[in-house]
């Protein structure tokens, strides 16, 4: 089973819920896997402080010439999409930011000039926090497409137990990354105009990706109280809502675990954990 | 022989037409000789690409045959671009035209990129 916490709006509570979810259903002897996949700023290992941690590269490959000279015939700029290979009269020039990767280039070469390296793009990070396994991984700072680290953060996720997902905000295709595959999407909002208008892309985006999806609404009690009637005339499943309270901001704002504290948290928890549970 | 010049334009076919100062999103290109004879003028396909623009009209204004460009600024990919085919960089003026911005180049007043 796996749950993928995301939103439209960042800071609407992803990383609170997630968290929560993974260590209360740790706690209650699920096997747990939290995987942090909001790979340009993950902040779940704060909450969970994982040990045993080991690190490895994640990369992406690269076309390099791996002959000294081509004739230049100009057929692998041609091919590129992404205007990531210019041909000069005797070599190809690749511009890494701006490559997918897709190795296009590689099979148009007339002359086989060009292979591959890896360019590494982040880390990965695995360990233990408590009877949870760990994931996590960072995007190296200045790279600019997130989705391939992400997808190798997602594929290497267990099949079985139940695996919870923190996703980057947004709808964007690093956002898309984590949230494919899933067997729930847990969507995370605020009643205020900017976290349901983010709110929107959001469930539009988990219908075109065909996967189902509950909304959490937290600080409840704050902005706008007809968000609630909205969200049900959008058919949406509203699982639970937390109010604004002062006791999980503290918590949240030491790094600690919020659930233990509040006990609205912990109501909104276990509505989760009966939706996935059932 | 003689070099050819890449001039981004905002609109026009002439040296009476305005800098547009964005080199890899350029609307087009007036391509002239030193004497000031306008040789081409190539629209620039590349003002609305998602990736790349830079390496991508670079490329253009190199197989037009151009070794020296004239434009307001370039990115840091169109730089290295235009660099490795060999042609130079200048910058203009914004908002100045074509023709005075091509006795400035002839007069050596314009500065590189």
Redesign the interface.
């Known amino acids: 089973m796996r749950v993928v916490f995301a939103s439209g709006k960042g800071g609407t509570g992803k990383t609170l819920l997630s968290t929560s979810l993974a260590l209360h259903m740790s706690r209650a002897g699920s096997r747990v896997t939290y995987a942090d996949a909001d790979v340009e700023e993950p902040n779940g290992h704060v909450f969970l402080r994982p040990t045993n941690v080991v690190k490895s590269l994640v990369t992406v490959p690269l076309p390099v010439m791996v002959m000294p000279t081509c004739s230049g015939c100009g057929l692998c ?1 041609e091919f590129c ?4 290979v ?3 009269k005797d070599r190809a ?1 690749v ?1 890494p ?2 490559c997918h990767g897709c190795g296009g280039c590689l099979l148009v070469c007339p002359e086989y000039v060009l292979g591959e390296r890896g360019r590494d793009v982040g880390v990965m990070t695995r360990g233990r926090s408590g009877d949870m396994d760990f994931r996590m991984a960072t995007l190296h700072v200045g790279e600019a497409r997130s989705a391939p680290l992400i997808e190798a953060l997602t594929s290497s996720l267990p099949a079985d137990g139940v695996v919870i997902v923190d996703a980057p905000p947004g709808t964007s295709c690093s956002t898309m990354a984590a949230v494919r595959g899933a067997d729930l999407v847990v969507l995370a909002t605020e009643p205020t105009p900017f976290g349901i208008h983010d709110l929107k892309l959001a469930v539009g985006m988990t219908r075109a990706l065909n996967v189902p999806s509950v909304v959490v609404v937290n600080r409840a009690d704050l902005g706008s109280p007809h968000v609630l009637d909205l969200l049900e005339k959008e058919g949406l499943e509203v699982l639970a809502s937390i109010p604004h309270e002062r006791a999980i901001a503290e918590a949240y704002a030491h790094g600690e675990m919020a659930l233990d504290v509040s006990p609205s948290l912990r109501r909104a928890i276990e509505s989760l954990e009966r939706r996935i549970l059932q | 022989m003689e070099r050819k010049i890449a001039i981004s334009i905002q609109g026009g076919d002439s040296l009476e037409a305005v800098l547009d100062p964005r080199f890899g999103r350029a609307a087009r290109f007036l391509i002239v000789d030193e004497g000031g004879s306008v040789l081409e003028v190539i629209d620039n396909g590349n003002v609305n690409a998602s990736h790349g623009a830079g390496p991508a009209t670079a490329s253009l204004v190199s197989r037009a045959g151009a070794t020296v460009v004239i434009s307001g600024r370039y990115g840091p990919k169109a730089y290295d671009a235009l660099h490795a085919f060999g042609v130079e960089t200048w910058i203009g003026e914004p908002d100045r035209k074509a023709a005075d911005l091509l006795e400035d180049f002839k007069q050596s007043r314009l500065q590189k990129a």
């Open positions: 700029q999409e992404f205007n990531a210019i041909s000069l020039v511009f930011e701006l």
